[in-house]
């Protein structure tokens, strides 16, 4: 597993030749390495290196947004970014505490989620589908088909799974069937050591947030609904196979 730690930031996009650099120095790892990172879908074959074996996983986009909104208002969050630049001043207390149904019933810059925006009043992470459609500029704007269209087009082609944050069980089965040689027994070890987990990334103290204000939130996210009900329903359609074929496989055993 290889890791860059935490002194390097993230970009929403990468121009070509840092696509270049990043794509040719993961092909540089031996086999059997592991690569994670906040990073966009590259095409490796764009640069005549062997595609890599593509995972990721999607989340609930209103619930997405809502979580991101706590976690950088998080302890730990912000212990990061103090490491990556100590010189950058502080918030204030009223930012900390400002409460998210109020930022967007009041009409908050921050917690507003413009369709098609392309520039934003601060970072939020709502284009979910940003990791799967790339660094081309039809990606950015948020909520974009022409973005989801290509991000759907890239989950096909390229990952080889897809799994989703609320249904645990059926991803790790699917991982552990379609790429066993990284997840072979990982249902297993995750129900044994679940209690014992600890996510320094959990935001324990997020407050309850109303319907109504969930609802206002998912009118603007109509795409990248779209886009999250096709990786699921897809990641759905990899767990019917490979249950028929353990069936078929107990039935010859019968």
Known sequence: MER?????????????????E???????FVEGSV???????????????????????????VERVISWYFYSRGAYK????????????IKSAEWYKKDFNECVRSGDPECQYVPFSVKDFVGNFKRQTLFFCGHHDDCIPF?????????????ERDYAVVGSWEDTNITLTVFEKYIPRFFQ???????????????????????KIDADVKEMIRKNFTNEYDFY????????????????????????LN
């Not at 290196?49 to 609930?60: H, M």
């Not at 909520?143 to 989950?155: D, F, L, T, W």
């Not at 699921?232 to 039935?251: F, G, I, N």
């Open 4 to 20: 860059e730690g935490l002194h390097r930031p993230t970009k929403r996009q990468l121009e070509k030749h840092e696509q270049r």
């Open 22 to 28: 990043l794509a040719e120095t993961i092909s540089e």
């Open 35 to 61: 690569y994670i990172e906040h990073v966009n879908w590259i095409d490796f074959e764009a640069f005549d290196l062997p595609k890599p074996i593509y995972i990721n996983l999607v989340r609930d986009p």
């Open 78 to 89: 912000n212990a990061i970014e103090y490491r990556k630049n100590p010189d950058k001043p």
């Open 143 to 155: 909520n974009s088909p022409a973005a989801v269209q290509m991000a759907k087009e890239h989950v």
């Open 185 to 207: 027994g990982a249902k297993t070890v995750f129900e044994i050591h679940n209690n014992q987990i600890t996510n320094r990334n959990k935001n324990k103290r997020k407050p």
């Open 229 to 252: 009900y096709f990786c699921k329903q897809r990641l759905y359609k990899q767990y019917l196979a490979v249950s028929l074929k353990e069936l078929a496989v107990m039935e010859n």
